[in-house]
């Protein structure tokens, strides 16, 4: 485990990786601010997908590569922490009454300021074991945080000061129940609007104002309603829309009308449509708890939107969403494993033994960094012919569910009760001896 005997490693990031950060952002449509790249800013990173600039993970995991920066103690909270130019956003529950935002110093883990305000739940008593605490990753557009309360509530801070600028309580504006497993599902910014799953349905909200300006895809809400799946822009079909995966349907959004263009049942034990949905060219990548693994095609059909499944597979995932490298999928899945899904075909071309029940993953073009919720860390190079473990190393004792995030040379993550800097060197050549589990 890491332990704070290690010093700051002292490596600056490489010119080439921010301009590469800027091209990632301007391709996917997503705004960079200004001269300046946002940094990890909202759920998965930049273009939303776990995907980073070719070169920009740890060549290794030894102590040599890897080393704490810094660490703080917090409050419980399953939200991943968003990463900015100088500043780290996390969030938690304080004393099982009051969920807290707070502003760190980005070099130094030192707080700048802090924000709360009351909002607690206890989940079923089936999900007592993850605890009642904030969920959702906030948003960051550069100059206002979003952040999704666990009573079905957004807040809008200014992210330099703390400063509340408004606070939407669905259930008193919409009249809707309270979710039963908490407001989960991570807000989109794109443009001047906020996009969430929360109030029963699909929201789109004026991102100045907090003005809710259409509502789609209801539902009864309560314990069946609570979305877990957060949304993502994508141009399928040649046209732009939302896809969204409620805990029955996938979904097209029109993001200007809200009309529903496509949606397909995808079946779910209780409903648990977790992992956020892949897009890759005009098709849909999406795997269900209890369900099955599906590959959906979009096309146009005299003037409307069609869709068709390519193939489906016995393969189920559970919270862990995929990541998409050179059309093969790489998932974490319901039985622990992790797979490899070839999307031309469904073929899984290998399939691991078991490891911890979650995983986060960050990629590059060949390599995939992941967090097990059991505080380790795994750096696995990109090979849908082979399991290749290039290193693991314990980081924490603590639980690990949040999202990890990367902007630079640095990997930011939070414990279940702290948060984690830690410090790499992306150039040092892999020395770690190779493991293959594949079974």
């Known amino acids: 485990m890491l332990n704070a005997r290690f010093v700051p490693a002292n490596v600056q990031v490489m010119k080439v990786a921010f301009l590469l950060g800027i091209c990632a952002l301007t391709a996917s449509g997503l705004p960079a601010a200004g001269p300046e790249n946002l940094g990890w800013f909202q759920w998965r990173g930049p273009t939303r997908d776990a ?11 030894t102590d040599r590569s890897l080393r704490l920066d810094w660490k703080v103690e917090l409050g419980p909270s399953y939200s991943g922490p968003i990463v900015t130019r100088d500043r780290i956003f996390v969030t938690e529950t304080v004393d099982e009454e009051y969920e807290v935002v707070r502003a760190l110093d980005r070099s130094t883990g030192k707080q700048l300021w802090s924000t709360r305000w009351s909002g607690s739940l206890s989940v079923p008593f089936f999900a007592s074991s993850n605890g009642s605490w904030i969920r959702a990753t906030p948003a960051y557009d550069g100059q206002y945080l979003y952040v999704a309360g666990i009573r079905d509530r957004l807040v809008c801070l200014d992210a330099e000061t703390g400063a509340e600028v408004w606070n939407v309580d669905f259930m008193s504006q919409l009249r809707s129940p309270l979710p039963r497993f908490g407001f989960v599902s991570s807000p989109l910014v794109w443009g001047d609007h906020v996009y969430v799953q929360a109030g029963s349905g699909f929201v789109k909200m004026d991102k100045r104002s907090g ?138 071309t290998f399939t691991t033994r078991p490891f911890g029940k979650y995983w986060s993953m960050v990629a590059t073009a060949d390599r995939i960094l992941a967090l097990d919720e059991r505080g380790e860390l795994l750096l696995i190079r990109a090979n849908p012919e082979k399991f290749e473990l290039l290193g693991r190393r314990k980081i924490s004792n603590d639980e690990t569910w949040a999202h990890l ?32 589990a594949a079974e």
Not at 218 to 227: F, P, V
Not at 312 to 321: G, L, P
Not at 408 to 428: A, T, Y
């Open 51 to 61: 995907k980073l600039a070719t070169g920009m993970l740890p060549q290794d995991l």
């Open 211 to 348: 003005r809710i300006v259409w509502r789609t895809l209801r539902d009864k809400g309560g314990m069946y309603g609570s979305a877990f799946s957060s949304p993502v822009m994508a141009d399928l079909g040649g046209k732009r829309q939302l896809v969204v995966q409620t805990r029955s349907l996938l979904a097209g959004i029109d993001p200007e009308q809200g009309s529903v263009l496509w949606s397909r049942e995808i079946a779910a034990f209780r409903g648990m449509n977790i992992l956020t949905p892949a897009v890759v060219g005009d098709t849909v990548f999406t795997s269900a708890y209890g369900g099955r693994s599906h590959l959906f095609r979009l096309q146009e059909r005299r003037g409307a939107l069609g869709i068709e499944e390519v193939w489906e597979s016995k393969v189920q995932a559970y919270m862990s969403s995929p990541v998409v490298i050179d059309g093969y999928a790489y998932l974490h899945l319901r039985n622990q494993r992790f797979t490899c899904i070839d999307l031309k075909t469904g073929r899984t």
């Open 405 to 436: 995030a990367i902007h630079g040379d640095q990997i930011v993550v939070r414990e279940l009760n702290g948060l984690l800097s830690l410090r790499f060197q992306p150039n040092v050549p892999v020395k770690a001896t190779l493991e293959d």
